[in-house]
């Protein structure tokens, strides 16, 4: 039954394949969020402590989604290679991506560990901590980085679960954790008086169930593509390509972080710690309107890749065009509500009038350019399931390193603090635009039967 809906990817039809296959991704990406979103809700709650509480946490998103960033080079990377591989019907090429990517994992996991559990403090006080912020940041982040391996198997391996075409299964492992996490945050924080690192607890628990539901599944005989101890080693020629693919998404999640500790510090320096807590609260509802897009488009990535590995481009045009189609659509509909009704979204994370209010000020010039970043959030994963690594870095790089962080430091010295706010319009504007030229220069060429003979 496995291998069968793995090759229902190939014959079905698409409009229905894709229902099936996006709508458990959309759920899961929406609970997904609610891992971070959940813990600042209820910290951004707190008596008392609420608003430097939240500032805090918001302080360790750059590390988070740097660890996050990690399990994208497997997750981004790899799936699609094996997707690709399942579709040519080279069943032990895709089990040797599988294995080498689960031992990149862990042993990312213990270095990732090591290395920021032993630097924290140095590290929020570069990303715009203060003498205000710092111990809730302490105090959440140590309690994070003891389930790093829970957050970098749940992550990487998920992924692995959907280019079979069981976006279904996948999304119970979100699930899982996601309502561990609702359950025991408040039972955590409030009821057992941990606070900000009752938070971390709750978190770290939830992580544990989820990479536990991916493991025991892809080890499973109902798994068709097998977790299996031969092939969790170092594979270095394996690990290369899918690395290479994998690159662009590590770029993207592990930019963010850059963006954060940039943005952190000049908001820091030129207003204050109520600005580096409307981001946080700015950044948490942007995550939460980028779900549908994110869970739309890492559903329907493996109907692209096992097509094109099968050699049905047609398939693969009328998957794409209708994947660019929502993207965009959906994503310029969701970032409209938020710049019509941006207290609303504050509202949901603090009670503080004077946050509420800068938030309001803020969020519709800061979120301007997302109406037009659903034309990115499709091409790009596009190019990412085709296997095109060169041109989908390109794509990551542009918006974030090339211009954002150009933009964030350089905008302050002429508009101080509002130069930070508008470095994201501009930046998001200038990437979309760019991102839809590249694709209808580039699409023509890439689906070809010479460009899937060269990928190994």
Not at 184 to 194: Q, R, T
Not at 196 to 221: D, E, H, M, P
Request: aromatic share 12%; hydrophobic share 50%.
């Amino acid at each position: 039954m496995a291998q069968l809906r793995e090759e229902e990817m190939g014959s079905a039809p698409i409009g229905k394949l894709m229902v099936q296959m996006a709508i458990p991704s959309i759920v899961a990406q929406f609970i997904n969020l609610l891992y971070n979103i959940v813990d600042r809700i209820y910290i951004g709650h707190i008596p008392g402590i609420g608003v430097n509480a939240l500032t805090g946490v918001g302080l360790t998103l750059p590390v988070i989604t740097l660890i996050s960033a990690f399990s994208a080079l497997v997750s981004n990377g790899g799936a699609p290679l094996a997707s690709i591989w399942l579709g040519k019907g080279d069943r032990k090429r895709a089990q040797e991506i599988l294995g080498s990517g689960t031992f990149f994992l862990l042993v990312c996991s213990v270095l990732l560990m090591i290395v920021f559990y032993l630097f924290q403090r140095p590290f929020l006080m570069a990303f715009g901590a203060s003498e205000a912020t710092i111990e809730y940041a302490v105090d959440y982040l140590s309690v994070y980085l003891v389930g790093t391996i829970f957050v970098e198997l749940a992550l990487g391996l998920n992924a692995f679960i959907i280019c079979q075409g069981h976006s279904n299964i996948a999304m119970f492992s979100i699930v899982i954790g996601a309502a561990a996490n609702i359950v025991l945050d408040p039972i955590f924080i409030f009821i057992f008086g941990m606070g900000v690192k009752g938070a971390g607890w709750a978190t770290v628990i939830s992580q544990c169930l989820s990479a536990a539901w991916n493991v025991g599944y892809l080890a499973s005989k109902r798994s068709s593509l097998r977790l299996e101890r031969k092939y969790i080693r170092p594979n270095f020629p394996v690990m290369k390509r899918y690395c290479a693919l994998g690159v662009s998404p590590f770029i993207m999640r592990s930019t963010e972080s850059l963006i954060s500790i940039v943005m952190n510090h000049g908001l820091m320096v030129y207003g204050g710690d109520l600005y580096v807590g409307s981001l946080t609260i700015m950044q948490s509802v942007m995550q939460l309107f980028n779900a549908p897009v994110a869970g739309f488009t890492q559903g329907v990535q493996p109907i692209i890749s096992y097509n094109f590995g099968a050699g049905k481009f047609d398939r693969v045009r009328k998957t794409y065009r209708r994947m660019i189609g929502f993207s965009f659509g959906s994503q310029f509909v969701c970032t409209l509500s938020c710049m019509l009704f941006p207290r609303v979204f504050a509202g949901m994370f603090t009670t503080n009038a004077e946050m509420i209010a800068l938030v309001g000020q803020k969020m519709p010039i800061f979120f301007f350019g997302m109406l037009f970043m659903g034309l990115q959030s499709g091409v790009q994963p596009t190019f990412m399931a085709l296997g095109q690594a060169k041109t989908s870095m390109f794509v990551a790089l542009l918006r974030k390193v090339l211009l954002l962080v150009p933009l964030a430091l350089i905008l302050p010295h002429f508009w101080g603090v509002m130069g930070i706010y508008l470095a994201e319009p501009i930046s998001d504007t200038l990437s979309a635009t760019t991102a839809g030229t590249v694709f209808l220069l580039r699409i023509k060429k890439v689906l070809t039967r010479e460009t899937l003979d060269k990928i190994k």
